[in-house]
């Protein structure tokens, strides 16, 4: 089976722009997580999407958008980037929203660095 | 959300068993508790998890004492593989949509040969 993938792996991007990232989650999952980790500190919770729909958000400015779409993969899209916005971004995929018994599988990430 | 507290770092040598503590002393009856830890230059992985008993697998033992306000993480032969930050993560095992890992700083081991 195959893993969660994320691209692009490393992007730059100047202040103000709007970025895209995306993942492909793993073979028979249907949920999607998004996470920012900045340095040096555990990943923080963005959102969820659930059946293409979002089923949980973290405590991030609506500037912080996503998708699901019906093959499970989704998209994060950031606008008016700010120096803050650093960090690198993981996708983690599951079955079904509540995956208490197996857990997420993350995928390794992108690395966003904002100038 | 329950929070959990762990040592910042440790430090074992290579084919030894490490002992990583974790403290939740505010864990509620329905949190589970996980672990996951994550390599350099990766995503976390999954670890194993537990509610009361203590737990095998084919990673790591997880020993939860019997007040639920502590746990341990047992990785029994460490190799360099396993150096990585290590997450202990308190999951509700009821209500609501969403099922959120909350991360803290975690556990940096590192491995000595």
């Known amino acids: 089976e195959t893993g969660v993938t994320q691209s692009p792996t490393h992007l730059i991007k100047t202040r103000g722009q709007q970025v895209t990232l995306r993942c492909s989650s793993q073979s028979g999952h249907n949920t999607v997580s998004w996470y920012q980790q900045?340095?040096?500190?555990?990943?923080?919770f963005i959102f969820q999407y659930y059946r293409e729909e979002e089923n949980g958000r973290g405590n991030f400015p609506p500037r912080f958008s996503g998708l699901q779409f019906p093959n499970y993969s989704s998209e994060l899209n950031v606008n008016a980037l700010e120096l803050d916005d650093s960090a690198l971004y993981l996708c983690a995929s599951s079955l079904g929203s509540r995956p208490l018994n197996y857990g997420y599988t993350f995928g390794s990430g992108t690395r966003l660095t904002v100038v | 959300d329950a929070k959990t507290t762990?040592?910042?770092?440790?430090?074992?040598?290579?084919?030894?068993?490490?002992?990583?503590?974790?403290?939740?002393?505010?864990?509620?009856?329905?949190?589970?508790?996980?672990?996951?830890?994550?390599?350099?230059?990766?995503?976390?992985?999954?670890?194993?998890?537990?509610?009361?008993?203590?737990?095998?697998?084919?990673?790591?033992?997880?020993?939860?004492?019997?007040?639920?306000?502590?746990?341990?993480l047992i990785l029994h032969r460490a190799t360099l593989r396993d150096a990585a930050v290590y997450y202990c993560i308190l999951r509700d095992g009821q209500g609501g949509a969403t099922n959120k890992l909350i991360f803290g700083t975690g556990t940096l081991l590192a491995v000595q040969p």
């Open chain 1, 38 to 44: 900045a340095l040096g500190q555990g990943p923080q």
């Open chain 2, 6 to 72: 762990q040592p910042n770092s440790m430090e074992s040598n290579e084919e030894e068993p490490v002992h990583l503590p974790c403290n939740h002393s505010t864990i509620s009856g329905t949190d589970y508790i996980h672990w996951y830890r994550q390599l350099p230059s990766q995503g976390p992985e999954y670890v194993i998890h537990g509610l009361t008993s203590n737990v095998n697998n084919r990673m790591a033992s997880l020993a939860i004492a019997e007040d639920r306000k502590s746990s341990t």
